[in-house]
C-alpha cells in the first residue's frame, strides 16, 4: 500500500515542482530522492511497517512476493535515474512532467503486483500505459518518436479492448471479478471462461511483447527516445511479467492442462522470432528491442505451472534483466553512432565502460558467474519441473546459443574492432556515471554467485 | 382466405408472443422493399443531366469555398479536452449521490479526495499557462 499511495503523492509533487523551480539541477534531485524515498517506503512495509490501514475489499492483495519485487523495480528506476537523469533532461523542455509520468507509472507497478481483482489488473495496466504512450512521443520535433506513440497508443488501446473484453466473458461466466473466485468457480459455463481468458491472455501476450503479439515492439522501441526505452524494456516489462504470473497462478492454474499448448506455442514463436531477427540487426538499439522479445520468451517459462521455481525465478529474471539492460541503454545513450560500427573502439577510448558493458551482454546471454546465468537457469528448473516437453527446454537452450551471437557482436566490435571514422565519438561521462555503472556490474556478478541472496525476503 | 388479411386461424391468445408481431415484421419488410424499389426505380428511369452548378456542394444556396481541413489554432483543442476532463468528473458524482447515505462520512472523506486531487490538476493547468488565450 505504501507504494502505491507514496508513489502517486511523489508524481503530484513532481508536478508541481516543474510549475514552482526552473532549476533543473534541482528538479533533478528532487526526482531521485523521492525515488529514494518511495524504494525505503517500500522496503518498510517488506518489514512490516505498513503506513496505511484501509479496507480494500480484497481487491488487492499484499504479498511478500509481490513486495520484493516492488523493490527490485524500484531499485532498478533508482538506479536508471542516477545513470540517465541528465539524458532525461536532454529529451524536452517538459523534465518535471516526465519524471511525475515516471512515478505515475511505478504506482501502476505497484498495483500490477499486487491485484486479487480482475478491474485492479486492468486498472494498473491502464496506469502504466497511458504515460508511456506520452513518454513514448515526448521528442515532439523527432518524427520517428511520434510514429511509435500513435502506433504504440492505437496498438495498446486495441489490446486494452481485447482484454477488456475477455475480462467481461470471464465474469459472465463466473459472475465475479475475483481472482480467488475465479481459481473456484463453479464450472458450467466452460466456452465463456476459455474464451475469456484466452482474450486476456492474447492481451497480456501483447503488453509484454511475445510474439506473435510483439509487431509494435520494434518500432516503438526503437522510435521512442532511448532513455524511456530503457525503462519500457526493462522495469516496465517486469512489472507486467509480475502481474503475469500472479494471474496465472490463481485464474488459469485450474485449467492449466488447455493452456499448455497454447503457452507453449507463444514461448517457442517468441524465443524464435526475437532471437533470429535479432541476429540480423545493423543497430544495437533495435537489436536490443528484439532481445527483449526474446528475454520475454524466457521470461515465460515462470508461467507453465505454479511453482517456487517460477516465482524465484521470475524475481531473479527480473532483476539480472532489469539491471542489465539499463546499463546497456546507458552506455548506449553516450554514443553518437546507434550501429554496431559506432561500438568499434570503444575499449580503447573508454575501457571501464566496455568492460561493464562486456558484464552486461554477458549476463544477458546467461554465461556462468552473471545473474542471467542462474536466472535463464530457473526458468528452465520451474518448466523441466511443471512436466514441460524435454524438446521445449532443448529448444530454449538453442536459442539461448544464438542469441550469444549477436550480444558478442557488440564485445568484438569494442576489443577487436578499432574505429575507422574520426567522426565516431563518445560523449563525455562523469566519474559518478562510472562509479554507478561499476556498482551495477558488481551486482550482476554477486546476483550470479549468491542468487539465494534475493529470496530470503520473501519466505519469512 | 385468412392467409391473404393476415388472419391466422387459430388466433393466438397469448398477446405478448412472438407470434402476434409478424404484421409488423411484414410491415417493416415491405417498407424497406418498397423504398429500395422506388429509388433502384428512380435512378434506372431518371434522367441524368449534370451541370456543374448541380455537382456542387449543397450549402443551404451559400456558394462554397475553401477547404474544411483548415489548420487550427491547437488552443481550441486543449481547451475542448480539459473540458472533457472536468466533465466526466462530474460523472463520479451521481453514483456518489446515489449512494451517498450508504457511504456515510469515509464516502465523503473519498471524495473530497477525489476533488482534491482534481483541484491540484486544475491548479496545475492554470498554473501552466493551459487556458491562457493570449501568448
Redesign the interface.
Known amino acids: 500500500m505504501n507504494a502505491i499511495i507514496f508513489s502517486a503523492i511523489f508524481g503530484v509533487v513532481m508536478m508541481f515542482s516543474g510549475v514552482f523551480f526552473s532549476s533543473k539541477q534541482l528538479i533533478r534531485n528532487l526526482a531521485i530522492g523521492l525515488m529514494a524515498a518511495l524504494l525505503v517506503l517500500n522496503a518498510a512495509e517488506l518489514q512490516g511497517y505498513g503506513l496505511f490501514d484501509i479496507n480494500l475489499n480484497n481487491m488487492l492483495h499484499f504479498t511478500s512476493f509481490g513486495l520484493v519485487f516492488n523493490c527490485i523495480a524500484f531499485a532498478a528506476t533508482f538506479i536508471y535515474l542516477l545513470l540517465s537523469a541528465r539524458d532525461i533532461e536532454q529529451v524536452g523542455v517538459n523534465l518535471a512532467e516526465y519524471f511525475a509520468l515516471i512515478f505515475f507509472i511505478l504506482c501502476g507497478v505497484g498495483i500490477a503486483t499486487s491485484f486479487n481483482s480482475l478491474l485492479m489488473l486492468f486498472l494498473a495496466i491502464e496506469i502504466i500505459s497511458i504515460p508511456l504512450y506520452i513518454l513514448t512521443g515526448s521528442d515532439k520535433r523527432n518524427l520517428k518518436s511520434n510514429e511509435a506513440s500513435l502506433k504504440y497508443f492505437l496498438m495498446g488501446a486495441f489490446s486494452t479492448g481485447i482484454m477488456l473484453m475477455g475480462i467481461a466473458l470471464i465474469y459472465g461466466a463466473t459472475g465475479t471479478f475475483s481472482l480467488d473466485a475465479i481459481a473456484t468457480a463453479t464450472k458450467g459455463f466452460e466456452t465463456l471462461l476459455t474464451g475469456g481468458l484466452l482474450l486476456l491472455l492474447i492481451a497480456m501476450s501483447f503488453k509484454v511483447s511475445a510474439a506473435p503479439f510483439h509487431f509494435w515492439t520494434p518500432d516503438v522501441y526503437d522510435g521512442a527516445p532511448t532513455v524511456f526505452t530503457s525503462f519500457m524494456a526493462t522495469i516496465v516489462k517486469a512489472a507486467i511479467f509480475a502481474a503475469f504470473i500472479k494471474l496465472f497462478e490463481k485464474a488459469y492454474l485450474p485449467s492449466v492442462a488447455s493452456w499448455k499448448a497454447a503457452l507453449t506455442f507463444i514461448i517457442v514463436a517468441t524465443l524464435f522470432i526475437g532471437n533470429i531477427t535479432a541476429v540480423f540487426q545493423q543497430s544495437v538499439k533495435r537489436m536490443l528491442a528484439y532481445s527483449s522479445i526474446a528475454q520475454a520468451g524466457f521470461m515465460l517459462f515462470a508461467l507453465f505451472g505454479y511453482s517456487d521455481f517460477g516465482k524465484e525465478g521470475i524475481l531473479l529474471y527480473a532483476a539480472a534483466y532489469s539491471a542489465a539492460t539499463i546499463g546497456i541503454f546507458a552506455i548506449l545513450l553516450k554514443m553518437s553512432d546507434y550501429t554496431f560500427d559506432g561500438y568499434n573502439g570503444l575499449a580503447k577510448r573508454e575501457p571501464v565502460l566496455a568492460f561493464v558493458n562486456t558484464i552486461f551482454l554477458l549476463s544477458l546471454a546467461g554465461i556462468p558467474l552473471t545473474a542471467g546465468f542462474f536466472a535463464k537457469y530457473y526458468m528452465l528448473v520451474a518448466a523441466v519441473k511443471s512436466g514441460a516437453s524435454l524438446w521445449l527446454v532443448i529448444f530454449a537452450v538453442l536459442c539461448a546459443a544464438v542469441s550469444v551471437y549477436y550480444y558478442f557482436r557488440v564485445i568484438q566490435a569494442m576489443y577487436f574492432k578499432t574505429a575507422t571514422t574520426e567522426d565516431v565519438t563518445t560523449a563525455p561521462v562523469t566519474i559518478n556515471f562510472k562509479v554507478i555503472l561499476i556498482v551495477l556490474a558488481a551486482i550482476i556478478v554477486l546476483l550470479g554467485l549468491f542468487p539465494h541472496w534475493l529470496f530470503t525476503k520473501v519466505y519469512f | 382466405m385468412n392467409w391473404i388479411f393476415l388472419q391466422v386461424k387459430n388466433p393466438i391468445t397469448d398477446v405478448s408472443s412472438a407470434g402476434s408481431y409478424l404484421p409488423i415484421a411484414i410491415q417493416l419488410i415491405f417498407a424497406v422493399l418498397f423504398i429500395a424499389a422506388m429509388m433502384g426505380l428512380t435512378h434506372w428511369l431518371g434522367p441524368k443531366r449534370n451541370t456543374a452548378d448541380k455537382l456542387e456542394n449543397f450549402a443551404s444556396g451559400i456558394e462554397s469555398h475553401g477547404d474544411a481541413r483548415q489548420p487550427m489554432a491547437i488552443k481550441y483543442f486543449l481547451v475542448a479536452i480539459l473540458f472533457v476532463l472536468f466533465d466526466v468528473e462530474v460523472i463520479f458524482f451521481y453514483p456518489y449521490a446515489v449512494n451517498f447515505r450508504q457511504l456515510g462520512w469515509e464516502g465523503f472523506f473519498a471524495v473530497l479526495m477525489f476533488v482534491g486531487?482534481f483541484l491540484?490538476g486544475f491548479f496545475?493547468i492554470i498554473?501552466?499557462g493551459a487556458l491562457n488565450w493570449e501568448d
Do not use: I, T
Request: charged share 40%.
Open positions: 486531487f491540484a496545475y498554473k501552466k
